[in-house]
C-alpha cells in the first residue's frame, strides 16, 4: 500500500522504438493508480537514447495512445536524448570512485565462456566472467571523447543485495553469481540502460518507479550504481507481465495488440481495462 503524501513521484518511461502495447498500457495504468493514491505526479520521459530504433513517429503515436487510454502527466516530456551530458558526468564520477573498467570482449566471447551462466535479464546477457575482468589494481585508462570502448561495472562479487518490492515483497540476489559486471557505456559513445536510468531517476527526483516484472533484476544492478554515485535510490514496484495466449511475454512485434490498433478496432479504454 502506498503512503498517502504530496511528495510522491513517479515516472512513466517508454521508449519510441515501435507502438505502445497492452503490457505498456498496464504496467503505466499501474503507475498513474499509485501516484493518484498517494496524491502525488508523474513525469513523462522519453526513452529515446537507441538511435538506430527511436523514430519520431514513435514519439508522436506514444503521446497520442497514452492520452486516449486515461493517462496524464506533468509537462514537459523529459527526453534522454538531451541529458547526455549528466551521464557523463556519472560516468567520470565512476572512472574517479575506480568502479568501472573499460572491456573489449564481445558478446560472442560472454556467450562462449563456459562459466558464463545465462542470467535472463532484459537484455538476455549472460553473468559476465569475472576471469575476463582486468586485475583490481590495473592502471585506469582515461576515459576518451568520444568513447570508443564500453566500459563496465564491476559488481562486489559475492555481496547480497536487497530491497522490497512494492508488489513482490522482499527481493535479494548474489553480486557475480545472480548477475555479474553490467555495461554502463557503450562503444558507440551511448550510456547504457542501467546508467541513465539512475541518473534521471535521482535528477528528477523519483520517489517510486514502476515498472514490468521483467526488469527486477536490473533493480540490484541499478542499487549498486546509485550507492557509487551516492544518490538516494527511489521505491520500486514490479507488475507482473501480460503474455499472449502462448505465455509468451508481450512485445512491440505484438502488432494487433497495440493500442494504436486495438483504437482503431474500437476498442475502449474501459473495455481494455475491464478485461485485466
Given at each position: 500500500m502506498?503512503?498517502a503524501?504530496?511528495d510522491y513521484?513517479?515516472?512513466l518511461?517508454?521508449?519510441?522504438?515501435?507502438?505502445?502495447?497492452?503490457?505498456?498500457?498496464?504496467?503505466?495504468?499501474m503507475?498513474q493508480?499509485?501516484?493518484?493514491?498517494?496524491?502525488?505526479k508523474?513525469l513523462?520521459?522519453?526513452?529515446d537514447?537507441?538511435t538506430?530504433?527511436?523514430?519520431?513517429?514513435?514519439?508522436?503515436?506514444?503521446?497520442?495512445d497514452?492520452?486516449?487510454f486515461?493517462l496524464?502527466?506533468?509537462?514537459?516530456?523529459?527526453?534522454?536524448?538531451a541529458?547526455?551530458?549528466?551521464?557523463r558526468?556519472?560516468?567520470?564520477?565512476?572512472?574517479?570512485?575506480?568502479?568501472?573498467?573499460?572491456?573489449?570482449?564481445?558478446?560472442?566471447?560472454?556467450?562462449?565462456?563456459?562459466?558464463?551462466?545465462?542470467d535472463?535479464?532484459?537484455?538476455n546477457?549472460?553473468?559476465?566472467?569475472?576471469?575476463?575482468?582486468?586485475?583490481?589494481?590495473?592502471?585506469?585508462p582515461?576515459?576518451?571523447?568520444?568513447i570508443?570502448?564500453?566500459?563496465?561495472?564491476?559488481?562486489?562479487?559475492?555481496?547480497?543485495?536487497q530491497f522490497?518490492?512494492?508488489?513482490?515483497?522482499?527481493?535479494?540476489a548474489?553480486?557475480g553469481?545472480?548477475?555479474?559486471?553490467f555495461?554502463?557505456?557503450?562503444?558507440?559513445d551511448?550510456?547504457?540502460?542501467?546508467?541513465?536510468?539512475?541518473?534521471?531517476?535521482?535528477?528528477?527526483?523519483?520517489?517510486?518507479?514502476?515498472?514490468?516484472?521483467?526488469?527486477?533484476?536490473?533493480?540490484?544492478?541499478?542499487?549498486?550504481?546509485?550507492?557509487?554515485?551516492?544518490?538516494?535510490?527511489p521505491?520500486?514496484?514490479?507488475?507482473?507481465?501480460?503474455?499472449?495466449e502462448?505465455?509468451?511475454?508481450?512485445?512491440?512485434?505484438?502488432d494487433?495488440?497495440s493500442?494504436?490498433?486495438l483504437r482503431?478496432?474500437?476498442?475502449?479504454?474501459?473495455?481494455?481495462?475491464?478485461?485485466?
Amino acid at each position: 500500500m502506498v503512503n498517502a503524501s504530496s511528495d510522491y513521484l513517479g515516472r512513466l518511461a517508454p521508449s519510441p522504438t515501435g507502438l505502445m502495447h497492452l503490457g505498456h498500457a498496464r504496467t503505466f495504468w499501474m503507475a498513474q493508480e499509485r501516484a493518484r493514491a498517494a496524491g502525488g505526479k508523474l513525469l513523462l520521459r522519453n526513452d529515446d537514447l537507441d538511435t538506430a530504433r527511436c523514430r519520431p513517429e514513435f514519439v508522436e503515436a506514444m503521446r497520442e495512445d497514452l492520452r486516449w487510454f486515461g493517462l496524464s502527466w506533468v509537462e514537459p516530456i523529459i527526453a534522454q536524448s538531451a541529458r547526455i551530458p549528466l551521464y557523463r558526468e556519472a560516468l567520470a564520477q565512476l572512472h574517479a570512485g575506480g568502479f568501472i573498467y573499460p572491456c573489449h570482449r564481445s558478446r560472442r566471447d560472454v556467450l562462449a565462456a563456459a562459466s558464463a551462466p545465462h542470467d535472463g535479464d532484459e537484455n538476455n546477457e549472460p553473468v559476465f566472467p569475472a576471469s575476463f575482468r582486468p586485475p583490481v589494481d590495473a592502471s585506469l585508462p582515461a576515459l576518451t571523447n568520444p568513447i570508443t570502448c564500453n566500459w563496465r561495472f564491476r559488481v562486489p562479487d559475492g555481496e547480497t543485495l536487497q530491497f522490497i518490492d512494492g508488489h513482490f515483497g522482499e527481493q535479494q540476489a548474489v553480486a557475480g553469481r545472480d548477475f555479474g559486471d553490467f555495461l554502463v557505456w557503450r562503444k558507440d559513445d551511448a550510456p547504457s540502460y542501467q546508467l541513465a536510468c539512475v541518473v534521471d531517476d535521482a535528477a528528477m527526483g523519483i520517489t517510486e518507479v514502476v515498472r514490468g516484472a521483467d526488469l527486477l533484476k536490473s533493480t540490484f544492478r541499478q542499487l549498486l550504481l546509485s550507492r557509487a554515485l551516492k544518490l538516494t535510490a527511489p521505491a520500486f514496484y514490479h507488475c507482473p507481465l501480460v503474455t499472449d495466449e502462448n505465455g509468451v511475454r508481450l512485445a512491440k512485434r505484438h502488432d494487433a495488440l497495440s493500442l494504436r490498433a486495438l483504437r482503431e478496432h474500437r476498442r475502449t479504454p474501459n473495455e481494455i481495462r475491464a478485461s485485466w
